[in-house]
């Protein structure tokens, strides 16, 4: 049974107002954090002294812990994938 292509069109609208909807909930949510993470912070660390705003330091804690991360995982991944293809070579 074949679907009417309005029936397509209508299902591909409501999922693409739907993450409109997401996107705008997101940035209002993002908004509303920033503006009540304004007042600024001062950061020590070894013999540096930074005064950031709290919302730049969250943000910036996020990136390097999302990067450390990601180059975590793909180190172990390539560990893992060496070992195997070492296994594979040793048979």
Avoid: C
Wanted: proline share 2%.
């Amino acid at each position: 049974m074949e679907r009417s292509p309005h029936l397509i069109f209508f299902q591909e609208d409501k999922k693409m107002n739907f993450n409109i909807t997401l996107v705008v909930m997101l940035a209002v949510l993002a908004l509303i954090f920033v503006l009540q993470n304004i007042p600024a912070v001062s950061v020590s660390f070894l013999f540096w002294d930074i005064s950031m705003s709290r919302a730049v330091l969250i943000f910036f804690s996020l990136l390097i812990g999302f990067v450390i991360g990601w180059f975590l995982n793909s180190y172990l991944s390539y560990r893992k994938d060496k070992k195997e293809v070492q296994k594979i070579i040793d048979k």
